[in-house]
């Protein structure tokens, strides 16, 4: 009996020693939100408001000097290489609360911009940022948007971006 005591105080001591002795590991997790622009086409909403809101659009050609079709001097073509101004990594989205996310060519967010349709007139577009800007909607469907802007003359053609 003395020597199963024994055993027990002895096995106890092993026990708290090695106990005493262990370190435990702590691995911290931080996890970090990043915000995008939702890539989420809402085929549901066929009304100018759905087809222009709540989805990305990225620059696909841009003409200056527009005053309507046929008219105007391309400065810019996806994946073209003869480009005189750079939109490539241009992007934007317009949400229903009437603010819009746009991240110029350098990827900086810029923010504070609002949009509204003006009057009863769902192609006419006011879009506020650094200026002020008239726009009228010439196209505007799934995947296409085009934007005269009246302000500065200049026709922009957008296309979605999944």
Excluded at 20 to 40: E, N, P
Aim: aromatic letters at 12%; hydrophobic letters at 35%.
């Amino acid at each position: 009996m003395k020597k199963t005591i024994l055993f027990f105080v002895f096995l106890g001591f092993i026990v708290a020693v090695t106990c005493a002795s262990c370190t435990k590991d702590t691995t911290t997790i931080r996890v970090t939100t990043i915000d995008t622009l939702t890539d989420t086409l809402n085929v549901s909403d066929n009304s100018q408001m759905g087809l222009l809101t709540q989805k990305q659009w990225v620059v696909d050609t841009l003409y200056y000097n527009f005053t309507g079709p046929g008219t105007g001097t391309l400065e810019y073509a996806r994946g073209a290489s003869h480009n005189l101004i750079n939109e490539d990594n241009i992007r934007n989205a317009y949400w229903r609360d009437g603010t819009a996310d746009y991240f110029d060519n350098s990827g900086n967010f810029q923010p504070n911009i609002t949009w509204s349709f003006r009057s009863n007139d769902s192609t006419a577009l006011l879009i506020n940022s650094t200026i002020l800007l008239h726009g009228k909607i010439l196209r505007l469907d799934a995947t296409h948007y085009n934007l005269f802007d009246s302000t500065s003359h200049v026709e922009d053609v957008e296309v979605y971006k999944p």
